[in-house]
Protein backbone atom coordinates (compact mmCIF):
# COMPACT_ATOMS: atom_id res chain seq x y z
CA UNK A 1 0.00 0.00 0.00
CA UNK A 2 1.29 3.63 -0.92
CA UNK A 3 2.31 4.66 2.47
CA UNK A 4 2.46 8.92 1.17
CA UNK A 5 -1.02 9.23 2.11
CA UNK A 6 -1.11 11.71 -0.92
CA UNK A 7 -4.09 9.48 -2.11
CA UNK A 8 -7.04 12.36 -3.36
CA UNK A 9 -10.09 12.47 -1.17
CA UNK A 10 -12.29 12.99 -4.26
CA UNK A 11 -11.34 9.45 -5.40
CA UNK A 12 -12.31 7.52 -2.29
CA UNK A 13 -15.67 5.64 -1.88
CA UNK A 14 -16.49 2.67 0.14
CA UNK A 15 -16.29 1.23 -3.32
CA UNK A 16 -12.64 1.74 -3.49
CA UNK A 17 -11.92 0.30 -0.07
CA UNK A 18 -11.50 -3.07 1.16
CA UNK A 19 -14.87 -5.24 2.40
CA UNK A 20 -13.60 -4.81 5.83
CA UNK A 21 -12.93 -0.97 5.68
CA UNK A 22 -16.46 -0.37 4.24
CA UNK A 23 -18.82 0.11 7.60
CA UNK A 24 -16.44 2.38 9.32
CA UNK A 25 -15.63 4.00 5.79
CA UNK A 26 -19.02 4.95 5.45
CA UNK A 27 -19.62 6.32 9.23
CA UNK A 28 -17.13 8.92 8.23
CA UNK A 29 -18.41 9.86 5.06
CA UNK A 30 -21.63 10.52 6.67
CA UNK A 31 -22.00 10.29 10.26
CA UNK A 32 -18.76 11.79 11.83
CA UNK A 33 -19.23 14.87 10.68
CA UNK A 34 -22.42 15.46 12.89
CA UNK A 35 -20.28 15.01 16.25
CA UNK A 36 -19.54 18.15 18.19
CA UNK A 37 -14.95 17.88 18.01
CA UNK A 38 -12.48 15.62 17.54
CA UNK A 39 -12.35 14.04 21.10
CA UNK A 40 -15.64 12.76 19.99
CA UNK A 41 -14.70 11.52 16.41
CA UNK A 42 -11.82 9.83 18.10
CA UNK A 43 -13.81 8.01 20.68
CA UNK A 44 -16.36 7.03 17.86
CA UNK A 45 -13.62 5.98 15.62
CA UNK A 46 -11.76 3.75 18.39
CA UNK A 47 -15.04 1.95 19.46
CA UNK A 48 -16.33 1.35 15.84
CA UNK A 49 -13.05 -0.22 15.04
CA UNK A 50 -13.11 -2.49 17.98
CA UNK A 51 -16.85 -3.66 17.04
CA UNK A 52 -15.79 -4.47 13.59
CA UNK A 53 -13.05 -6.53 15.35
CA UNK A 54 -10.05 -4.54 14.87
CA UNK A 55 -8.10 -5.38 17.90
CA UNK A 56 -7.25 -1.69 19.07
CA UNK A 57 -6.33 -1.58 22.18
CA UNK A 58 -5.30 2.32 22.76
CA UNK A 59 -5.21 4.87 19.75
CA UNK A 60 -3.58 8.61 20.04
CA UNK A 61 -3.49 11.37 17.71
CA UNK A 62 -2.05 14.61 18.12
CA UNK A 63 -3.27 17.44 16.66
CA UNK A 64 -1.34 20.67 15.59
CA UNK A 65 -3.25 23.48 16.62
CA UNK A 66 -3.04 27.69 16.21
CA UNK A 67 -3.30 29.11 20.35
CA UNK A 68 -1.54 31.26 22.04
CA UNK A 69 -0.99 28.81 24.88
CA UNK A 70 -1.48 25.52 23.50
CA UNK A 71 1.12 24.12 20.72
CA UNK A 72 -0.78 20.67 20.13
CA UNK A 73 -3.81 18.96 21.82
CA UNK A 74 -3.40 14.66 22.24
CA UNK A 75 -6.14 12.99 22.42
CA UNK A 76 -6.48 9.16 24.02
CA UNK A 77 -8.73 6.65 23.53
CA UNK A 78 -8.59 3.17 25.13
CA UNK A 79 -10.70 0.04 24.46
CA UNK A 80 -13.63 0.15 27.07
CA UNK A 81 -13.28 4.15 27.66
CA UNK A 82 -16.40 6.01 26.72
CA UNK A 83 -14.57 8.93 25.66
CA UNK A 84 -10.79 9.91 24.66
CA UNK A 85 -9.00 12.10 27.19
CA UNK A 86 -7.62 15.24 25.83
CA UNK A 87 -4.38 16.83 27.09
CA UNK A 88 -3.20 19.96 25.72
CA UNK A 89 0.65 20.68 24.65
CA UNK A 90 2.37 23.52 25.63
CA UNK A 91 4.30 26.11 23.31
CA UNK A 92 7.65 24.81 23.95
CA UNK A 93 7.17 20.69 23.95
CA UNK A 94 9.42 20.44 20.98
CA UNK A 95 11.64 21.09 22.70
CA UNK A 96 11.25 18.54 25.73
CA UNK A 97 12.37 14.91 26.30
CA UNK A 98 8.70 13.72 26.22
CA UNK A 99 9.07 15.21 22.66
CA UNK A 100 12.39 14.51 21.49
CA UNK A 101 12.20 10.61 22.74
CA UNK A 102 8.54 9.85 20.81
CA UNK A 103 7.34 8.37 18.01
CA UNK A 104 6.00 11.32 16.74
CA UNK A 105 8.98 13.42 16.51
CA UNK A 106 10.17 10.78 13.71
CA UNK A 107 6.76 11.07 11.99
CA UNK A 108 7.13 15.03 12.29
CA UNK A 109 10.77 14.57 10.86
CA UNK A 110 9.29 12.80 7.52
CA UNK A 111 9.65 8.92 8.81
CA UNK A 112 6.42 7.32 6.71
CA UNK A 113 6.13 5.02 9.78
CA UNK A 114 6.88 4.21 12.39
CA UNK A 115 6.50 -0.05 13.52
CA UNK A 116 7.45 -1.63 16.57
CA UNK A 117 6.78 -5.31 17.87
CA UNK A 118 6.98 -5.20 21.59
CA UNK A 119 5.14 -8.59 22.67
CA UNK A 120 8.04 -10.11 25.52
CA UNK A 121 11.03 -8.09 24.32
CA UNK A 122 10.19 -8.99 20.91
CA UNK A 123 11.50 -5.63 19.48
CA UNK A 124 13.46 -2.24 20.54
CA UNK A 125 11.98 -0.49 23.36
CA UNK A 126 13.27 3.08 22.05
CA UNK A 127 10.85 4.96 22.82
CA UNK A 128 9.41 5.99 26.58
CA UNK A 129 6.04 4.89 25.37
CA UNK A 130 6.87 1.96 24.22
CA UNK A 131 7.57 0.45 27.59
CA UNK A 132 4.74 1.89 29.09
CA UNK A 133 2.84 -0.04 26.40
CA UNK A 134 4.64 -3.47 27.39
CA UNK A 135 3.07 -2.66 30.82
CA UNK A 136 -0.09 -2.12 29.94
CA UNK A 137 0.28 -5.76 27.94
CA UNK A 138 0.77 -4.06 24.27
CA UNK A 139 2.52 -6.45 21.50
CA UNK A 140 3.00 -3.86 18.63
CA UNK A 141 2.59 -0.58 18.29
CA UNK A 142 2.17 1.78 14.80
CA UNK A 143 2.54 5.51 14.17
CA UNK A 144 1.22 6.84 11.07
CA UNK A 145 0.57 10.40 9.01
CA UNK A 146 -2.21 11.92 9.46
CA UNK A 147 -1.64 15.46 7.06
CA UNK A 148 -4.33 18.00 6.59
CA UNK A 149 -4.69 20.10 3.52
CA UNK A 150 -1.76 22.40 2.54
CA UNK A 151 0.75 20.51 4.84
CA UNK A 152 -0.09 20.73 8.34
CA UNK A 153 0.88 17.01 9.61
CA UNK A 154 -0.67 15.64 12.43
CA UNK A 155 0.18 11.59 13.46
CA UNK A 156 -2.12 9.15 14.60
CA UNK A 157 -0.98 5.84 16.79
CA UNK A 158 -2.42 2.64 17.53
CA UNK A 159 -1.48 -0.60 19.59
CA UNK A 160 -2.86 -3.77 20.17
CA UNK A 161 -2.85 -6.25 23.60
CA UNK A 162 -3.20 -8.81 21.14
CA UNK A 163 -0.74 -11.68 21.41
CA UNK A 164 1.09 -12.08 17.93
CA UNK A 165 0.41 -8.02 17.17
CA UNK A 166 -1.21 -6.59 13.95
CA UNK A 167 -1.63 -8.53 10.69
CA UNK A 168 -0.55 -6.89 7.38
CA UNK A 169 -4.26 -7.14 6.23
CA UNK A 170 -5.28 -4.87 9.73
CA UNK A 171 -2.16 -2.71 9.43
CA UNK A 172 -3.45 -2.01 5.54
CA UNK A 173 -6.88 -1.55 6.05
CA UNK A 174 -6.03 0.74 9.37
CA UNK A 175 -3.97 2.66 6.91
CA UNK A 176 -6.99 2.94 3.91
CA UNK A 177 -8.89 4.59 6.72
CA UNK A 178 -6.75 7.50 7.18
CA UNK A 179 -7.50 10.00 4.69
CA UNK A 180 -11.14 9.64 5.34
CA UNK A 181 -10.36 10.15 9.15
CA UNK A 182 -8.25 13.35 8.28
CA UNK A 183 -11.09 14.65 6.35
CA UNK A 184 -13.35 14.46 9.18
CA UNK A 185 -10.80 15.98 12.19
CA UNK A 186 -9.98 18.63 10.05
CA UNK A 187 -13.10 19.95 9.25
CA UNK A 188 -13.31 19.48 13.43
CA UNK A 189 -10.10 21.78 13.78
CA UNK A 190 -10.74 24.15 11.76
CA UNK A 191 -13.37 25.15 13.51
CA UNK A 192 -11.77 25.06 16.58
CA UNK A 193 -9.00 27.20 15.33
CA UNK A 194 -11.53 29.98 13.71
CA UNK A 195 -13.01 29.94 17.17
CA UNK A 196 -9.47 30.12 19.24
CA UNK A 197 -8.64 32.76 17.02
CA UNK A 198 -11.86 34.96 17.05
CA UNK A 199 -11.68 34.67 20.97
CA UNK A 200 -8.17 35.22 21.40
CA UNK A 201 -8.32 38.78 19.13
CA UNK A 202 -11.84 40.00 19.22
CA UNK A 203 -13.12 38.29 23.09
CA UNK A 204 -14.75 35.04 24.04
CA UNK A 205 -18.39 36.71 23.78
CA UNK A 206 -17.53 38.95 20.29
CA UNK A 207 -16.00 35.69 18.82
CA UNK A 208 -19.30 33.55 19.31
CA UNK A 209 -21.04 36.30 17.81
CA UNK A 210 -18.86 36.63 14.60
CA UNK A 211 -18.58 32.84 13.82
CA UNK A 212 -22.23 32.50 14.53
CA UNK A 213 -22.48 34.86 11.62
CA UNK A 214 -22.34 38.67 12.35
CA UNK A 215 -20.12 39.69 10.09
CA UNK A 216 -21.98 42.60 8.18
CA UNK A 217 -21.05 46.51 8.47
CA UNK A 218 -23.70 47.81 11.56
CA UNK A 219 -24.35 44.32 12.66
CA UNK A 220 -25.13 44.63 16.86
CA UNK A 221 -27.27 44.97 19.10
CA UNK A 222 -27.90 47.83 21.96
CA UNK A 223 -27.56 45.97 25.63
CA UNK A 224 -26.79 47.66 28.83
CA UNK A 225 -23.77 46.80 30.49
CA UNK A 226 -20.96 47.98 33.30
CA UNK A 227 -18.00 49.02 31.34
CA UNK A 228 -14.49 49.05 32.26
CA UNK A 229 -11.67 51.29 31.01
CA UNK A 230 -7.88 51.33 32.08
CA UNK A 231 -4.78 52.65 31.57
CA UNK A 232 -1.37 52.91 32.24
CA UNK A 233 0.51 55.83 33.43
CA UNK A 234 4.09 56.61 32.40
CA UNK A 235 4.00 54.27 29.44
CA UNK A 236 5.15 57.01 26.68
CA UNK A 237 8.36 57.80 28.60
CA UNK A 238 9.50 54.08 29.67
CA UNK A 239 9.00 53.03 25.96
CA UNK A 240 11.37 55.80 25.36
CA UNK A 241 14.24 55.18 27.60
CA UNK A 242 13.50 51.66 27.92
CA UNK A 243 14.85 48.62 25.03
CA UNK A 244 11.98 46.99 23.19
CA UNK A 245 11.51 43.65 24.70
CA UNK A 246 11.72 45.37 28.53
CA UNK A 247 8.43 47.36 27.19
CA UNK A 248 6.78 44.35 25.57
CA UNK A 249 7.25 42.74 28.88
CA UNK A 250 6.24 45.44 31.01
CA UNK A 251 2.69 45.82 28.79
CA UNK A 252 2.24 41.85 29.03
CA UNK A 253 2.65 41.88 32.82
CA UNK A 254 -0.01 44.37 32.97
CA UNK A 255 -2.43 43.27 30.90
CA UNK A 256 -2.41 39.60 32.27
CA UNK A 257 -2.86 41.38 36.12
CA UNK A 258 -6.17 43.27 33.96
CA UNK A 259 -7.27 40.50 32.18
CA UNK A 260 -7.31 37.45 34.53
CA UNK A 261 -9.64 38.89 36.73
CA UNK A 262 -12.70 40.29 34.33
CA UNK A 263 -12.49 36.71 32.16
CA UNK A 264 -12.63 35.06 36.12
CA UNK A 265 -15.59 36.77 36.53
CA UNK A 266 -17.31 36.34 32.97
CA UNK A 267 -16.05 39.93 31.76
CA UNK A 268 -15.13 40.70 27.60
CA UNK A 269 -11.89 41.81 26.74
CA UNK A 270 -13.30 43.81 23.62
CA UNK A 271 -9.72 45.22 22.70
CA UNK A 272 -6.30 46.24 23.67
CA UNK A 273 -5.79 50.42 22.67
CA UNK A 274 -2.30 50.75 22.76
CA UNK A 275 -1.59 50.63 26.73
CA UNK A 276 -5.49 50.95 27.62
CA UNK A 277 -7.86 48.21 27.83
CA UNK A 278 -11.63 48.29 27.20
CA UNK A 279 -13.77 45.63 28.68
CA UNK A 280 -17.65 45.13 29.51
CA UNK A 281 -19.85 43.12 31.99
CA UNK A 282 -22.75 42.61 29.83
CA UNK A 283 -26.54 43.57 32.00
CA UNK A 284 -29.05 40.95 30.72
CA UNK A 285 -31.77 42.62 32.39
CA UNK A 286 -33.14 45.38 34.80
CA UNK A 287 -32.35 42.70 37.53
CA UNK A 288 -28.99 41.85 36.55
CA UNK A 289 -28.17 45.42 36.82
CA UNK A 290 -26.59 45.04 40.36
CA UNK A 291 -24.88 42.03 39.79
CA UNK A 292 -22.79 42.92 36.67
CA UNK A 293 -21.53 46.25 38.93
CA UNK A 294 -20.69 44.48 41.83
CA UNK A 295 -19.29 42.05 39.68
CA UNK A 296 -17.00 44.61 37.77
CA UNK A 297 -16.07 45.89 40.89
CA UNK A 298 -14.73 42.95 42.39
CA UNK A 299 -12.50 41.75 39.14
CA UNK A 300 -10.67 45.90 39.30
CA UNK A 301 -10.54 45.50 43.16
CA UNK A 302 -8.73 41.79 42.23
CA UNK A 303 -7.04 43.72 39.66
CA UNK A 304 -5.12 46.28 41.54
CA UNK A 305 -4.44 43.43 44.11
CA UNK A 306 -2.29 41.53 41.39
CA UNK A 307 -0.70 44.73 40.54
CA UNK A 308 0.50 45.52 44.06
CA UNK A 309 1.74 42.07 44.14
CA UNK A 310 3.48 42.47 40.61
CA UNK A 311 5.00 46.22 41.74
CA UNK A 312 6.36 44.14 44.60
CA UNK A 313 8.28 42.07 42.47
CA UNK A 314 9.38 44.98 40.22
CA UNK A 315 10.22 47.26 43.04
CA UNK A 316 12.66 44.08 44.83
CA UNK A 317 13.98 43.71 41.01
CA UNK A 318 14.97 47.43 40.89
CA UNK A 319 12.32 47.95 38.33
CA UNK A 320 9.83 50.86 38.66
CA UNK A 321 6.91 50.00 39.43
CA UNK A 322 3.42 49.90 37.50
CA UNK A 323 0.99 52.85 37.36
CA UNK A 324 -2.37 53.14 36.22
CA UNK A 325 -6.12 54.65 36.57
CA UNK A 326 -8.70 52.14 35.94
CA UNK A 327 -12.73 53.90 35.25
CA UNK A 328 -15.69 51.97 35.85
CA UNK A 329 -19.81 52.78 34.48
CA UNK A 330 -22.85 51.25 33.15
CA UNK A 331 -24.60 52.46 30.36
CA UNK A 332 -26.09 51.55 27.33
CA UNK A 333 -24.40 50.93 24.30
CA UNK A 334 -24.00 49.67 20.83
CA UNK A 335 -22.39 46.00 20.59
CA UNK A 336 -21.27 45.10 17.30
CA UNK A 337 -19.69 45.60 14.11
CA UNK A 338 -18.32 49.34 12.95
CA UNK A 339 -15.75 49.96 9.89
CA UNK A 340 -14.84 49.87 6.91
CA UNK A 341 -16.75 47.63 4.49
CA UNK A 342 -13.94 44.86 4.39
CA UNK A 343 -12.24 46.01 7.81
CA UNK A 344 -14.29 45.45 10.62
CA UNK A 345 -13.88 46.14 14.45
CA UNK A 346 -16.52 43.90 16.80
CA UNK A 347 -16.36 47.04 19.40
CA UNK A 348 -18.90 49.17 21.36
CA UNK A 349 -19.30 52.58 21.30
CA UNK A 350 -22.07 55.30 22.80
CA UNK A 351 -22.09 57.93 25.19
CA UNK A 352 -21.61 55.68 28.26
CA UNK A 353 -17.99 54.48 26.45
CA UNK A 354 -16.94 58.24 25.97
CA UNK A 355 -18.12 59.05 29.67
CA UNK A 356 -15.70 55.91 30.75
CA UNK A 357 -12.35 56.98 29.11
CA UNK A 358 -12.96 60.90 30.47
CA UNK A 359 -13.38 59.56 33.79
CA UNK A 360 -10.54 57.54 33.73
CA UNK A 361 -8.62 60.74 32.55
CA UNK A 362 -9.71 62.50 36.03
CA UNK A 363 -7.85 59.56 37.50
CA UNK A 364 -4.19 60.50 37.10
CA UNK A 365 -4.91 64.64 38.05
CA UNK A 366 -6.72 63.25 41.01
CA UNK A 367 -4.38 60.92 42.06
CA UNK A 368 -6.40 57.91 42.61
CA UNK A 369 -6.00 54.90 40.77
CA UNK A 370 -9.93 53.74 39.93
CA UNK A 371 -12.77 56.43 39.71
CA UNK A 372 -16.40 55.02 38.86
CA UNK A 373 -19.50 57.40 37.72
CA UNK A 374 -22.64 57.56 39.90
CA UNK A 375 -24.78 55.32 38.14
CA UNK A 376 -22.33 52.57 38.26
CA UNK A 377 -21.48 53.66 42.47
CA UNK A 378 -25.69 53.60 43.47
CA UNK A 379 -26.05 49.80 42.21
CA UNK A 380 -22.54 48.92 44.51
CA UNK A 381 -24.21 50.73 47.93
CA UNK A 382 -21.26 51.60 50.24
CA UNK A 383 -19.10 49.69 48.73
CA UNK A 384 -17.71 52.90 46.97
CA UNK A 385 -17.36 56.40 48.90
CA UNK A 386 -17.68 59.68 46.60
CA UNK A 387 -15.14 62.08 45.88
CA UNK A 388 -17.33 64.98 44.62
CA UNK A 389 -18.23 66.67 41.89
CA UNK A 390 -15.49 67.02 38.90
CA UNK A 391 -15.89 68.39 35.28
CA UNK A 392 -15.43 65.86 31.94
CA UNK A 393 -14.18 67.31 29.12
CA UNK A 394 -17.26 67.30 26.48
CA UNK A 395 -20.17 66.31 28.95
CA UNK A 396 -22.24 69.43 30.42
CA UNK A 397 -22.37 69.87 33.92
CA UNK A 398 -20.19 68.56 36.67
CA UNK A 399 -20.36 64.51 37.15
CA UNK A 400 -20.24 62.83 40.79
CA UNK A 401 -16.92 60.65 40.85
CA UNK A 402 -17.00 57.63 43.49
CA UNK A 403 -13.79 55.28 44.26
CA UNK A 404 -12.88 52.37 46.75
CA UNK A 405 -12.76 53.82 50.64
CA UNK A 406 -9.36 53.07 50.96
CA UNK A 407 -8.14 54.69 47.73
CA UNK A 408 -10.41 57.73 48.69
Avoid at 28 to 44: H, I, N, Q
Avoid at 247 to 265: K, Q, S, T, Y
Wanted: aromatic fraction near 6%.
Amino acid sequence: MDRSFQMRVDTLSPFALTEASQPIADWLLRGARDLPDSKAVVSEFGKRLCAEGFPVFRLFVSLRTLHPQVLAIGLTWRRGQAEAQEVPRAHGILESPQYLNSPIRLIFEGAPMVRRHIEAGAGALDFPILEDLVKEGCTDYLALPLPFSEGRMNVVSVATDRPGGFTPAELDRFEELMPLLALVIEAKETRRIATTLLETYLGRDAGRRVLSGLVRRGDGATIAAALWYCDLRGFTRASEEQPRDEVIALLNDWFGCMVGPVHERGGEVLKFIGDALLAIFPIADDLDRDRACLTALEAAEAALADLDSLNEERIAAGKRPIEMGLALHMGAVMYGNIGAPDRLDFTVIGPAVNLVTRIEGLCAPLGRRLLASERFATPCGSRLKSIGRHALRGFAGEQEIFTLPELA
